[in-house]
């Protein structure tokens, strides 16, 4: 079977890398790709947003099974015209339709449904430039930390967390008025802040049965001890120490089960995976957000926990056998320590040139900002640029060797946290 993964991330080289090894798997292509993914397949240097050409690439190397990595193209519409097509609609695809993706598209949306559906979360009110003077009034009288949410994608950037009054009211009217998250904050989301220690749960789905992937957590902050600016991820663990059996069967029987549930009531045909962001307040699981794709670190984590056929499962989901497969899962705890750009999460340079790649341990190198100049040479292009993932018996021992071998990579102002999972060590 010929396999297409769009994406260019750590995310991607982690599917690429476990798609891979499948017995189905003859043939993988990654579009667009990164240096890393070179290793793993065949890059395709289209861009994915540019749907009519991967329909065309799809049908001229006959691909039998296409997985989307990231949101932006599924919230965009690509399954939607994958299945306007006679000839697209057949490839087996792992990714919602656009009404599926809304899920992350529109918080606003998923709020609503979460509330029609009775699953846990924050309380929350939207506004929009009309109903701004109604929306600062409400501000006034909320309680202290107030969590501002833009509607739509905003790059992992789109949520503030106000101490004050006034910092909330200016911050609202900035998101609203001067557009500072673009037509992501045409809508803004209020939300009452949610006290505890935050999980990532993944689950699978065909649109009517469901696998629940090993738990994993993430650590955002670009400083030691959680300190600093948020990022796109800095490092992730798995399996989560407090997220046991009992604490799992909540998660499912209150929101996941739900979850899918609504998804059906609400006829969305949803193929693919659900990224679901729980809060743990006092043992008591609420959701955070909503994400219609895998996480970036978390996969770099899951994947390598998950003894099955990677392209079994994917191909079950898509064409809605997965009550068929099973799951199995290994016992190994997992570690990734991103290593970044200087100045990552603002400023940054590209185009520095990466040594001490020559991997002689077990630490699975997933590549995620990174290229190759006309040299040969494989050269920083992003501002996470090197994910290093280590399986182990034991949390201490994965975060050591990965840790390790984030020492030998050298790239110019490299930094990295040498404290992920610090809370469990």
Not at 104 to 123: C, H, L, R, V
Not at 225 to 249: E, K, Q, R
Request: hydrophobic share 40%; proline share 4%.
């Amino acid at each position: 079977m010929h396999i297409l993964l769009i994406g260019s991330g750590g995310r991607e080289h982690a599917f690429a890398h476990q798609l891979k090894k499948s017995s189905k798997c003859d043939k993988l292509f990654i579009m667009p790709g990164n240096a890393g993914t070179a290793q793993e397949g065949i890059n395709v240097p289209i861009n994915p947003l540019d749907f009519a050409m991967v329909g065309k690439f799809c049908i001229d190397n006959e691909i039998g099974l296409l997985i989307v990595g990231p949101e932006e193209p599924l919230v965009k519409g690509l399954r939607n015209f994958f299945m306007a097509d006679d000839k697209l609609k057949l490839i087996p695809f792992v990714g919602p339709t656009q009404e599926g993706a809304i899920i992350e598209g529109s918080k606003d949306w998923s709020k609503a449904f979460m509330q029609k559906y009775n699953i846990p979360t924050a309380a929350y009110r939207t506004f929009t430039f009309e109903t701004i003077h109604e929306g600062v009034d409400y501000i006034k009288q909320h309680s202290l930390p107030i969590v501002l949410k833009a509607d739509g994608l905003a790059a992992g950037k789109g949520v503030l967390i106000c101490e004050s009054h006034e910092e909330a009211i200016t911050e609202f009217q900035l998101m609203l008025r001067e557009q500072k998250f673009g037509a992501a904050s045409a809508k803004v989301v209020v939300e009452a802040f949610m006290k505890g220690i935050e999980l990532s749960v993944f689950v699978l789905t065909d649109g009517s049965h469901y696998k629940i992937l090993p738990e994993a957590k993430d650590y955002k902050r670009i400083g030691e001890g959680d300190t600093g600016l948020n990022t796109g991820g800095m490092g992730a663990i798995s399996p989560v120490p407090f997220a046991d059996v009992t604490f799992m069967n909540k998660i499912e029987s209150r929101i996941i089960i739900p979850t899918i549930h609504g998804l059906k009531e609400e006829k969305i045909d949803y193929k693919g995976f659900i990224f679901i962001g729980i809060m743990n307040m006092n043992n008591e699981p609420f959701v955070v957000e909503y994400n219609c794709r895998m996480g970036d670190p978390e996969t770099e984590v899951v994947l390598p926990r998950m003894n099955s056929d990677l392209a079994d499962l994917l191909l079950a989901a898509a064409t809605g056998t997965l009550a068929d497969q099973t799951l199995s899962i290994s016992n190994h705890h997992a570690a990734t320590v991103m290593m970044v750009a200087g100045g990552y999460p603002e400023t940054y340079a590209k185009g520095d040139v990466i040594t001490g790649l020559e991997n002689d341990t077990n630490v699975l190198v997933f590549h995620a900002g990174t290229t190759k100049n006309t040299k040969g040479e494989i050269i920083t292009n992003g501002g996470r640029v090197i994910a290093l993932t280590s399986l182990g018996e034991n949390l201490h021992s994965c975060i050591y060797q990965s840790l390790q071998v984030a020492e030998k990579i050298n790239f110019n102002n490299k930094y990295y946290r040498s404290d992920i999972g610090y809370e469990f060590k």
